[in-house]
């Protein structure tokens, strides 16, 4: 069983930035490839970004520039750089690992790009 704990949403300006955390409970966290997915209102759930456990990274088109994806396997925890931020990042943001097959997911963490 693998537990994913995200955290540091909230609300920002426009323009401003944001660094989204996820813990994973699993010692062996450093082999797999983590995510960050996002999900807006009425939308569907999206890829934004994707570390390997080399620490490869790929990013959808959208972020790209303006977010970064890292890890510390020491700590378990894979992060979200989040800069210039746009009112269309609006989402629920959600962290994800794929381990023998199984999807895990995080509860997922509110960000709001608002004036």
């Known amino acids: 069983q693998v537990q994913l704990v995200e955290s540091g949403g909230g609300l920002v300006q426009p323009g401003g930035s944001l660094r989204l955390s996820c813990a994973a409970s699993r010692t062996i966290f450093s082999i797999y490839p983590m995510a960050w997915y996002r999900q807006a209102p009425g939308k569907q759930r999206e890829l934004v970004a994707r570390?390997?456990?080399?620490?490869?990274?790929n990013y959808a088109d959208v972020v790209k520039g303006r977010f970064t994806i890292s890890r510390d396997n020491a700590k378990n925890t894979v992060y979200l750089q989040m800069n210039s931020l746009k009112p269309e990042d609006t989402a629920v943001y959600y962290c994800?690992?794929?381990?023998?097959?199984?999807?895990?997911w995080g509860q997922g963490t509110q960000v709001t790009v608002s004036s």
């Open positions: 994800n690992t794929e381990i023998s097959g199984l999807g895990y």
């Open positions: 570390i390997s456990g080399g620490g490869g990274t």
